[in-house]
């Protein structure tokens, strides 16, 4: 299985990106996907997750700015961070939680202030 992530970059504080993570290979059909971070120093952190049917779950850092959806015909999950801020600067791994859990090789995202 390969994770293959997009969209990361350089934005001002309030804007947006958004995050494309396509999966292929062998996968299992019942899965979790989501979006971890890393920032410089840190643990690696949840942001989201979504399961193939469609239930998501927020870390609270995440909530009311970050979207996470999925499209399950092509194994691809999206993060729309909207409102973003120098403090969600890090590498976003995306992840595949099934019987086996696979990572992507992560995309940076940097807000500047």
């Known amino acids: 299985v390969q994770l293959v992530e997009s969209g990361g970059g350089l934005v001002q504080a309030g804007g947006s990106l958004r995050l494309s993570c396509a999966a292929s290979?062998?996968?299992?059909?019942?899965?979790?996907m989501g979006w971890y971070r890393q920032a410089p120093g840190k643990q690696r952190e949840l942001v989201a997750t979504?399961?193939?049917?469609?239930?998501?779950n927020y870390a609270d850092s995440a909530k009311g700015r970050f979207t996470i959806s999925r499209d399950n015909a092509n194994n691809t999950v999206y993060l729309q961070m909207n409102s973003l801020k120098p403090e969600d600067t890090a590498a976003y791994y995306c992840?595949?939680?099934?019987?086996?859990?696979?990572w992507g090789q992560g995309t940076q995202v940097t807000v500047s202030s």
């Open positions: 992840v595949l939680l099934g019987p086996i859990t696979y």
């Open positions: 290979g062998s996968i299992f059909s019942i899965n979790v």
């Open positions: 979504i399961t193939s049917s469609g239930m998501t």
